[in-house]
């Protein structure tokens, strides 16, 4: 590969080209798709551009200079971080136990599985518009729900007020996403060798025990790639909590996606939204890194 | 004629080599092994033959047609893989016809083609059938009948066998032998087994860290290994390697002394490896003495596990029924016909002068 | 004596984990139930759990009244226009990865890898500009392109798992047998694909389905949106919003993944299997 391809066998050479050939028109879709804009994501941040007219100046690192100095990317980034790690936390205690109950020998098992897989594949907006219904003022089910069981005694705006909002951007989150989690813990589950616990049970370990030192162990190592992947996707979301509070009240549940989306498209300052892009982008290769460090492309 | 020829080839792969300067001459018809430790080239050499590899140097040809740049289907070879390789979406039937299908050969010859193959090997029950509902056994069946259904030039098979259990492999090893003697075809056989290279082979070529080390008939490679990995690798258990010093008429290691007939080595005073086979080495008589430290019964024969008084590790294969007992001393004499003696190194060329007109030396430059 | 402990922990066990699926699913039930209340039960404080009158007017009032068909119709060709593009570049593109050396073919995994957890917002904005330029804004062509950003890393990433999963001798042994190298992908690795193209073919269709950000902002004409932003636009525009309406249009849009749901779960998690949290 590395020498001169001059005494290259004629096989070889052919198989290359056809290599080539196969992943050719996946190469120019890609540059053209992600590489192009991803390139034009940079240069654009160094304008100043704004939206209806599409018109611009060459601003130098001046929008960068406010995203640094300003504090609205600060804020975004705090208030990413708290959705993150929240909704995270909540997804990973909520699928761990859910895929050790479903690994159980339970009742009509596949049907628990199915209704419990269904909410990720389930459109955004339909889960959303759901969860708004749920969570309406006046007649949402979750206030009267709540009130009969006397867990509440009046209605809570949900999505109006902090840190209502939060909790309840959270909680979705946590509902569409952990059948994620479920379903490859159980796929791992399914992978742990029954002499394993044998062995446990004869060296007289409980179930609690069986727990922390043989399931735990075993599935530390898909944890860790679950865990990596889903902040990534979680850093990033952006549906799910514009459809449902919109990024308010206030600013108080506006991610980055959402600080990007807005600085872009209803303040139409589109230089200072693709620096505030290449921003995330930057925090988010951190995460990226890790991942790739972790799996090591597997 | 010959009819398979491997022309000073090399192999790396990035900074790695892993074959150097091979040259294997395969006569048509005959049975040639290639056998080695794992990582020794020998599965890379087959896959070269076949096209599957391709070399970095050399020449490869088949029957007198260089073949480096024929794609493997041309090249009219048929391979049998250890994994078997059957296509797990064809019956047993389409997956013998396979090979005739690729080369246009019309539907009803193909049909008896099949029905020839599979009678051959008597699949003729299971055409229908799926190679998963199949057992090993049948499955390396299918796998041959797909190989020999197109009669090619050359078989080419990779540690066929090593999937079977050992009955079944004993068993297929008759198979095989009888299968090549009635098709009369050229065929390559790469195993890591000895017992099968030593039963099946006309010759094998042994090879080890990417180069060949010997290419011989297996008395030839028994009796006159060509250097110390060939002595110590052909033979269970190995041939006794002792290290001492050649002078004059003897062969000393602390306070052993061999009388050694200097005619027969081309070997110079100095430091050198003497080998001696563990059925060379008898008990009993001797000048030697050494203490028996473990005992192994197989049922037809001992193995004899002794010290020298340096301690020395030697094994002995003596007769069963011997009365032997750990912690014995006894005399041991090394048939003085049966010594070899090799040059130090760790891949010593052995000294003997006794090959005969045959035994061509294999190390190339 | 340990009969009955072993039967009270298995009804405790099947408590607790109904009990939780009941909450889960719950939101599910309440969309349905919803859909098939009349508007005069809607509103009844505190809500009635089951409904007292079933109606199935929504429905009729969403095909007939709203321009529910023509999202749909604009959903179905955009997201099975963008699986048939995404698969049919993903398998020939995984199958180079995979089985062919060539320069640069580490460097271009990873880079596929990276472009599969970038975020959508980084690209929309040139993307946005582009579908501009080039005069395809507010055409389902541009989300069509759009959508590859995603799909095509994520539909890749899948395929070449599952290509690794079939063993190279098979296709050693096509070529001895006499095939080309696209004869053997033909005759024999695709068809041991086919459970990953499917599988691959469900999760990008779903993902295209699904999509809403670049709906949102490649188009804005009605009569090109698709389900999501066309669904979205029905909750923002009216006066007072009608959620029998809209939890039956919920209901109707969540249609291809209720059907995949019954027939094709296996495939689902197969595909789950395959995309990169094998652990």
Sequence with gaps: MTVATTNTPLLERQYARLGALLIAPTIVVFSLVIVYPLLAAIYLSLFSIYTPTLEGDFVGFANYWDLLSGREFWNSLRVTLVWTVGTLSLQIVLGVGMALLLHQNIWFRSLARSLVLFPYFLSTVVAVLVWRWLFNDLYGAMNHGLMQLGILDMPLDWLGSMPNAMIGVILVGAWKYFPFVVIAVLARLQTIPDHLYEAARIDGAGPIARFWDVTLPQLRSVLVVIILLRAIWDFKEFDLIYLLTGGGPVTSTQTLSLLVYQEAFALNQMGQAAAYSVGMMLVMLVFMLVYLRKTGGR | MADVTLKNVRKSFGTFTALENLDIEIRSGEFVALLGPSGCGKSTTLRMLAGLEFPSAGEISIDGRVVNDVAPGKRDIAMVFQSYALYPHMTVGQNIAYPLRKRGVPKDERAAAVQKAAELLQLEPLLDRKPAQLSGGQQQRVALGRALVREPKVFLLDEPLSNLDAKLRSYMRAELIELHRRLGKTMVYVTHDQLEAMTMADRIAVMHGGRLQQFDTPDAVYNRPANRFVASFIGTPSMNQIEGTLAGDTFTRGAMTVPLDRARFAAEDGPCVMGVRPEAVTIGTGHVAATIRLVENTGHELIVSLALEDGTRLLSRVEAGRRLSIGQTVQITFEPDAIHLFAPEDDGARLNTDEDASVIPMRSH | ?279
């Excluded at chain 3, 409904?51 to 709203?66: K, Q, S």
């Excluded at chain 3, 899948?158 to 004869?183: C, H, K, Q």
Aim: charged residues 10%; glycine residues 6%; proline residues 5%.
């Design chain 3, 1 to 279: 004596m340990s009969l009955p402990s072993s039967m009270l922990r298995k009804i405790v066990l099947n408590f607790v984990t109904w009990s939780l699926v009941a909450v889960i699913a719950f939101p599910l039930f309440w969309m349905i139930v919803t859909s098939l209340k009349p508007q005069s039960e809607l509103f009844r404080i505190p809500p009635t759990w089951l409904p007292e009158t079933i109606t199935f007017e929504h429905y009729w009032r969403l095909l007939t009244e709203t321009p529910f068909l023509r999202y749909f119709r604009n959903s179905v060709v955009l997201a099975t226009t963008t699986t048939v593009f995404v698969v049919l570049l993903g398998t020939l593109g995984a199958y180079s990865l995979v089985r062919f050396k060539f320069r640069g073919r580490e460097t271009l995994a990873m880079l596929v890898l990276f472009t599969y957890l970038l975020p959508s917002v980084v690209l929309i904005i040139p993307l946005y500009l582009m579908m501009v330029e080039i005069g395809l804004s507010n055409t389902l062509l541009s989300l069509i392109l759009a959508h590859t950003t995603f799909a095509l890393p994520y539909a890749l990433w899948l395929l070449r798992s599952f290509m690794e999963g079939i063993p190279e001798d098979l296709e050693s042994a096509a070529l001895v047998d006499g095939a080309t190298r696209m004869g053997a992908f033909r005759d024999v690795i695709l068809p041991q694909l086919l459970p990953g193209i499917i599988s691959t073919a469900l999760f990008t269709f779903i993902l295209s389905w699904n999509e809403y950000l670049y709906a949102l902002v490649l188009v804005n004409s009605d009569s090109v949106a698709p389900l999501t932003t066309g669904v979205m636009s029905m909750l923002i525009s009216a006066f007072n919003i009608e959620w029998s309406l809209l939890m039956a249009a919920s209901v109707m849009m969540s249609l291809p993944l209720i059907v995949v749901f019954a027939f094709l779960q296996s495939y689902l998690t197969r595909g789950f299997g395959a995309g990169g949290v094998k652990g």
